[in-house]
């Protein structure tokens, strides 16, 4: 009995050549063939000719015969090999016996050992449990390895930039063809060559600056890196462990921030007071649904003719009135703006009135997390009135 090869891959088919020859002086009438083999290693595909039982384990012809002196009697069998053997197991073993005249002859057995090798590459990616910010670099350590038993050839690992980072060259290994600052989506690759057996490997870092501001919404950044071979020595038997995935939380937050100013005049009753509102998104991320509001103070009506548009607010509305103006999305890293919120001092002022404080706030949706210096996001303006009573008399004798 003989294999096609003394070596196979976990995967690939192999055949065994069975060859009885009647190597006596008579001719054999009656010649079973048993075939048995280890169910842990090899699988069952076919065989010539066709065996007359099929078993878990065991092939049985029940008459290759007769065979006459000199003559040969020949099976092939085919398996698929199932698992590595790590060695020369006894997978495959033939018994055979022959009959002459109702005399059994003795039982010959014969074992083909084969080696079954296979490869398993694996990864596996971590950023070291940390938490990264907008603006910092993030550093992947991918840690590869071959768990099998045979040496391959042309192992690359591959990345691929995720979102909202660009390609740090200068903090990653040596060797990946992606250039500095490549963006997301590009697919960077990093050749490792060779690689030996039973857990041989090594590590390489792959690192990424993190945008800022980050864009709304964006509280993770998760990257997927793999590990490849050229296939020349078969099929990877465990796939899923050739893919590592790894989610890095981010710590970013849109800072709103106000201020208010009436530009340091002195008002009077029935003048106008025009405040701007300077506002700004401080953080590292940008904002949604970013609101200003204002309350029409004590002593004055809304101005709408002379504010900026788009306060919810009508003209003319009276103190204690709240307006709301709109800014929606809001870009971080000091993106910003003003707006203008007047009103008019009523006319004449209550006593004991001598200046007119306002009170203005700006906030979002809430939706990329708290404000991390709520403080400044209110600001408040006192502007001087001035107004006194004037007192006339005049005195007539009616003549």
Known sequence: KRADRSCVIVGEL????????????????????????????LSYVSASPVPSVVSAGQLSWA??????????????????????????????????????????????????PVRITQHDLRIAKSDGGITTTPGSILTYTLVYSNAGDTALTGVVLA????????????????????ANGSGAGTVCALVIGPLGI?????????????????????????????????????????????????????????????????????????????????????????????????????????????????WSCSDGSAAGTTCVLTIGALAGNGAGGSATFAVIAVSPLPAGITALTNTTAIADDGANGADPTPANNTSTDTTPMDATPDLQIAKSDAA
């Open 198 to 310: 039973n857990g041989a490997g090594g590590s390489a870092a792959f690192a990424l600056n993190v945008v800022s501001p980050l864009p709304a919404g964006v509280t993770t950044l998760t990257n997927t890196a793999s590990v490849g071979d050229d296939n020349t020595h078969g099929a990877d038997p465990a796939l899923a462990n050739n893919i590592s995935t790894d989610s890095t939380p981010v710590d970013a937050a849109p800072d709103l921030r106000i201020a208010k100013s009436d530009g340091g005049i002195t008002t009077t009753p029935g003048s106008m007071v025009a405040y701007t509102l300077a506002y700004s998104n401080a953080g590292a991320q940008n904002a949604t649904g970013a609101q200003i509001t204002e309350t029409v103070p004590a002593n004055t009506t809304f101005n709408a003719g002379a504010s900026t548009a788009g």
């Open 14 to 41: 192999i055949s065994f050549t069975i060859e009885l020859t009647n190597t006596g002086g008579f001719t054999l009438t009656t010649v079973p063939l048993t075939d048995t083999f280890d169910t842990g290693y």
């Open 63 to 112: 008459n290759l015969g007769p065979l006459t002196i000199g003559q040969k009697a020949t099976v092939v069998v085919t398996y698929t090999a199932l698992q590595s053997t790590l060695g020369g197991n006894t997978l495959n073993r033939i018994t055979a016996t022959g009959m002459f005249s109702g005399v059994v002859l003795p039982v010959l057995g014969y074992d083909a």
């Open 159 to 178: 990345e691929t930039v995720p979102a909202n980072t660009t390609f740090n060259l200068g903090a990653s290994t040596p060797g990946w063809t992606c």
